[in-house]
């Protein structure tokens, strides 16, 4: 069975960059015409889509956090990862890393990494 | 604020049917993309509860069934159980902002 685990600092300090990392397991990261997903939601508010990133590179992100975003994923180690750059108090919130299908439907998710913006 | 509009809250008796509106415009589900539904428990992580507009993946109850016409997307939950109070929220592409975007969500209670 596919898991997903996020992975990655639960405190950064404002206007440093937010790196996360998605560990896929119980199958390849290469198989299957999938697109890696990242999700956000603040505490008590609503789901957030982040961007999406395919085995060969190629990415699409959130046109609100375009200029701040930045995808990649590592093949080898079976993992994608984000980093989200001058980070503020509203990036707050958790990050969920998911598998997405070719029309966004998110079919398996992370369980979630808190992220907590603060000096 | 969201393209994808859904009213904040609904509410129904055990075994009732209610309804959740994803209400778009021409630059998403107007446009013909695909609506998808997710079902967020309390303290849990969002699941996959319809996709493609009316798909159930497996496992899910047959009492959960999703609709698309025009501008407006719907998910129906029949024969409300207690089990089905969460947030739900709705998904689909947006081609003016050339990404997905999710609804606002609706909170289910069951009374």
């Known amino acids: 069975q596919l898991q997903l685990q996020e992975s990655g600092p639960g405190l950064v300090k404002p206007s440093q960059t937010l790196s996360l990392t998605c560990s896929v397991s119980g199958g390849s990261i290469k198989s299957g015409s999938y697109y890696w997903t990242w999700i956000r939601q603040p505490a008590g508010k609503g789901l957030e889509w982040i961007g999406r990133i395919y085995i060969n590179g190629s990415t699409k992100y959130n046109p609100s956090l375009r200029s701040r975003v930045t995808m990649s994923v590592d093949t080898s180690k079976n993992q994608f990862s984000l980093k989200l750059s001058s980070v503020t108090a509203a990036d707050t919130g958790v990050y969920y890393c998911?598998?997405?299908?070719?029309?966004?439907?998110?079919?398996?998710w992370g369980q979630g990494t808190a992220v907590i913006v603060s000096s | 604020q969201s393209v994808l509009t859904q009213p904040p809250s609904v509410s129904g008796a055990p075994g009732q049917r209610v309804t959740i509106s994803c209400t778009g415009s021409?630059?998403?589900?107007?446009?013909?993309?695909?609506v998808h539904w997710y079902q967020q428990l309390p303290g849990t992580v969002p699941k996959l509860l319809i996709y493609?507009?009316?798909n159930r993946p497996s496992g899910v109850p047959d009492r959960f069934s999703g609709s698309k016409s025009g501008t407006s997307a719907s998910l129906a939950i029949t024969g409300l159980q207690a089990e089905d109070e969460a947030d739900y929220y709705c998904q689909s592409y947006d081609s003016s902002l050339s990404g997905y975007v999710f609804g606002t969500g609706t909170k289910v209670t069951v009374l």
């Open positions: 493609g507009n009316s």
């Open positions: 021409s630059s998403n589900i107007g446009a013909g993309y695909d």
């Open positions: 998911a598998r997405g299908g070719e029309f966004g439907e998110l079919l398996r």
